[in-house]
């Protein structure tokens, strides 16, 4: 009993600021509401957009803000529904501008929230017993941890960057690996919070991590790897102090902002050209572009043309914006749903096509190398020509396969399941736990905007698959494989 009233006691603070988080969320999101309404949106549209945003953060005031759970429901209604809020108000645009069914729209949104949220509370009330991997806190096993893990996540990377320029014919599983980079950066933060009893986040290691991380998203080209290197920060620091500094946080997100939308121009610039690049000059030509950056944005301008993007469909925010339709969901959910209603519902076949892809490659050779299910959902409600990746989240992939009950239950289905994986490997509390840091980020963007292919794939492929890495890394990092008088020496020294 003493010890279940020890760890509420713990939780408290993280409940208390989670408390405070959606009292002043919900008030920010009333006012939104409400000058939206004053721009002249549709009452209804308004109220739908406010009650989404609402029931996604409602979970933070149950679990609090170091909830893996009540966390990624939140991300999931601040891309569909919170980030186009303010966005469409700072441009002084009412939510149902440029949409073409925006009540129907919203509609479906709000319905695939409580789906999430239903997924949620399921998921909560579900036993699975104790969780595989044990909470590390010891300075000394987060030390190996992190070490076990930059070999990993460093030999991916390179094996994916040695592929760079060519055409690669062979296994793809480096790809599934290369995150592990993240684990190594967290648990180096977490080893010098432990160490210096959280007056310090960085040394040595932290640095050079830092490095490869950015390196490795110019060979990646992408921007999501760097902006998740940067919250390797925030939520490693936030979930070991179990509180928010609302400074350090505001400027922390802020300063990410910002790298992002001035990495636009420069990774879109890179991208044009990448396919023929290696992955040393993927990272000369992005830096060149940094140094000539006005060079990127004037390309960048033309880009956005939408002369130049014959048949691009996002255009939600009057122009297109890169980063602000990236951000925004419910402007996908919006073409989905009208090419939905034209053309028909695709019912198994979304389905069939998902667990084809989750497949390892071996069992099926034929699969395409660069599919995308996604794409293929729009060539079948008319809409071809969206990209190579176009994206697809799960709220509008439910819709085009079975209408207002796919909005409902793909979520939860498919968000309950993936929750209860992620509960047995590592549970839920961010506190203290670098195992369930790492995961968050992991699976973060995927839970948010991928369709019901890449939920598939992280249920029966990726999760699976990390769990057996993080389970070795853990094994070695604690000595369980030493003879059991070497385990003891380790585990003193640890102490």
């Known amino acids: 009993m003493r010890r279940i009233s020890s760890r509420l006691h713990r939780l408290t603070p993280a409940t208390h600021q989670g408390r405070l988080l959606v009292k002043g969320g919900g008030i920010l999101t009333g006012i939104a509401c409400v000058l939206h309404i004053a721009l002249g949106a549709d009452s209804i549209v308004a109220c739908s957009a406010g009650l989404a945003v609402l029931l996604s953060i ?55 929230l409580l789906g999430y949220l239903s997924a949620l509370f399921m998921a909560s009330n579900f036993s699975v017993g104790r969780p595989f991997l044990q909470m590390a806190s010891n300075k000394a096993i987060l030390g190996r941890i992190s070490f076990l893990a930059a070999a990993i996540g460093i030999t991916a990377n390179l094996t994916v960057a040695f592929r760079a320029g060519g055409h690669y014919q062979g296994i793809t599983i ?111 030509a992005t830096l060149e572009m940094i140094l000539k950056w006005p060079e990127a944005f004037a390309h960048y301008q033309k880009y956005r043309d939408l002369v130049d993007r014959l048949g691009w469909h996002l255009n939600y925010y009057g122009s297109p914006q890169n980063v602000f339709e990236r951000m925004t969901l419910v402007n996908h959910v919006d073409v989905i749903k009208a090419g939905s209603d034209s053309h028909g519902n695709v019912g198994l076949e979304d389905l069939r096509l998902s667990f084809e892809r989750a497949m390892p490659r071996i069992l099926s050779p034929d699969k395409p190398r660069k599919y995308s299910q996604g794409s293929w959902l729009y060539e079948r409600i008319g809409l071809p020509n969206q990209g190579p990746f176009a994206t697809a989240p799960l709220i509008g992939t439910g819709y085009a396969a079975f209408g207002w009950n796919g909005t409902f239950f793909y979520p939860f289905f498919l968000g309950c399941s993936w929750l209860l994986i992620v509960k047995k490997i590592s549970g839920w509390h961010l506190q203290g736990n670098v195992w369930v840091i790492y995961l968050l980020l992991r699976v973060h963007n995927q839970f948010v905007e991928g369709s019901s292919d890449a939920y598939v794939v992280h249920i029966l492929r990726s999760l699976p698959q990390d769990f057996l890495l993080l389970w070795m890394v853990e094994t070695v990092a604690r000595g369980r494989f030493l003879h059991p008088w070497r385990r003891k020496a380790v585990q003193v020294y640890g102490k």
């Open 174 to 284: 480096a790809e599934f690996f290369v995150p592990f980079l993240h684990l190594a950066l967290i648990s180096s933060i977490a080893r010098v919070l432990q160490a210096s009893e959280k007056q310090r986040s960085f040394d040595v290691w932290v640095v050079i991590l830092l490095i490869l991380e950015i390196a490795f998203a110019m060979v990646q080209n992408s921007r999501m790897v760097l902006m998740e290197t940067f919250l390797c920060f925030i939520a490693t620091v936030i979930a070991f102090e179990i509180r928010i500094k609302w400074k350090q946080f505001s400027v922390a997100v802020f300063a990410i902002g910002m790298i992002i939308i001035l990495s636009t121009p420069v990774f879109l610039y890179v991208r044009n050209s990448r396919d023929d690049l290696s992955w040393t000059q993927r990272i000369d």
């Open 58 to 112: 409602y979970p933070i005031a149950i679990y609090g803000f170091l909830n893996i759970g009540a966390v990624l429901i939140a991300i999931v209604g601040f891309r569909y529904v919170g980030f186009p809020i303010l966005a469409k108000l700072a441009m002084g645009q009412p939510l149902d501008t440029y949409l073409l069914d925006p009540v129907g729209s919203y509609g479906v949104v709000l319905l695939g």
